[in-house]
């Protein structure tokens, strides 16, 4: 099963390199690499003022960074650069045969503090703003839970914080599912195709037949179209997953829901809402089969962060999957994002 799963990841690679030849790469923002250890890379996008608050946006580690960044005019990255902040991205990469075993405790934990601590000692600040997507908001959740004097917010969107049975469409498939290393030997890694096939099989709806709407919805409209086909592209950029991280992803996140029960362990100490205590702006899709709010609100409403914001984001024509949609759509970028970067400047400095 493996080396049919690495076959297709290789044949979905070409697709993705067909769909650059017709134009659909993405339109990146310059940017430059300022740390790299096994598993990830930190970039940094130059411009900013020297004073300009810090900003770490945190990917899902299934798929590239650039979905953050597109093209222009719906670009996380340029919007916030315009903004007028200092954008740091972790670029999460294949670790290669060395970095097998690495597990949420490094990803929610030690690579993740490396990159707090470049961003730190570049700027000077004391505390980072961190923005989150899907499960890398999950894990810059861990982190803000496991190291909350170095969070000075957190915005988390369409981040899965709570997985019981009514979480999604998920849960029920690892509920039936048996444990999650009987896919690969030892801590081998996962092929990106076969997280690709899982999802598809979670929310069929999701990923088949309201992407295929939304192309139909989005011919009307040439820069909508633009956006689909850059969104496209982007699903077949896939790499593998450590072995180690998709067990407990599974295991301690799905199965046992360890995070919003307070026992998940990081680096020694417990963590859970009780630790979460930065000030939280939280978006969630009310119509979202992947992510749904009750994936998202009990860990929400639970944690102890004084300040807390809900957002809700009704989803974007043109963007193929909505789950992305809040960050390439332009119903996002023209209500959302704005009421955002309000909360980002409300927040205290230091």
């Not at 810090?54 to 996380?76: G, T």
């Not at 030690?110 to 499960?135: D, F, K, W």
């Not at 444990?179 to 899982?198: M, R």
């Amino acid at each position: 099963m493996q080396v049919m799963l690495d076959h297709l990841d290789d044949a979905r690679r070409h697709t993705g390199r067909l769909l650059d030849a017709f134009g659909a790469a993405p339109r990146v923002t310059p940017s430059e690499i300022v740390a790299e250890r096994p598993g990830m890379r930190l970039r940094h996008f130059p411009g900013a003022p020297t004073s300009a608050p810090a900003v770490l946006l945190v990917p899902a580690p299934i798929k590239r960074w650039y979905i953050w960044d597109l093209e222009p005019q719906v670009s996380p990255v340029a919007r916030l650069l315009a903004h007028g902040l200092d954008v740091h991205v972790v670029e999460w990469t294949d670790p290669g045969p060395a970095g097998r075993d690495l597990g949420l405790e490094e990803y929610a934990g030690r690579m993740l503090h490396a990159c707090v601590e470049v961003v730190r000692g570049r700027t000077g600040q004391s505390r980072v703003l961190l923005i989150g997507h899907s499960l890398g908001g999950t894990l810059a959740a861990v982190f803000a839970a496991r190291h909350p004097g170095l969070v000075r917010g957190i915005a988390l969107l369409e981040a899965p914080l709570h997985f019981g049975p009514d979480a999604g469409a998920f849960a029920p498939l690892v509920a039936q599912s048996p444990p999650a290393g009987w896919l690969h030997a030892g801590n081998a890694a996962v092929p990106g195709s076969f997280l690709n096939l899982v999802s598809a099989a979670a929310a069929p709806m999701s990923f088949h037949a309201a992407r295929y709407a939304d192309f139909l919805a989005s011919l009307a409209d040439p820069a909508r179209l633009a956006t689909y086909m850059r969104v496209e592209r982007w699903t077949h950029d896939e790499f593998a997953l450590p072995g180690r991280l998709f067990d407990e992803v599974v295991e301690r996140l799905y199965r046992r829901d360890e995070f919003a029960s307070g026992v998940l362990s990081v680096a020694g100490r417990l963590v859970g809402p009780a630790t979460l205590a930065a000030p939280m702006f939280t978006v969630v899709n009310p119509y979202s089969r992947v992510i749904p709010p009750e994936s998202i609100l009990p860990f929400h409403h639970a944690a102890a962060a004084t300040s807390k914001r809900i957002l809700r984001y009704r989803g974007d024509i043109g963007v193929a999957i909505q789950h992305v949609g809040v960050l390439v759509g332009r119903n996002a970028h023209r209500h959302l994002w704005p009421i955002l970067l309000d909360w980002v400047d409300g927040l205290p400095l230091g």
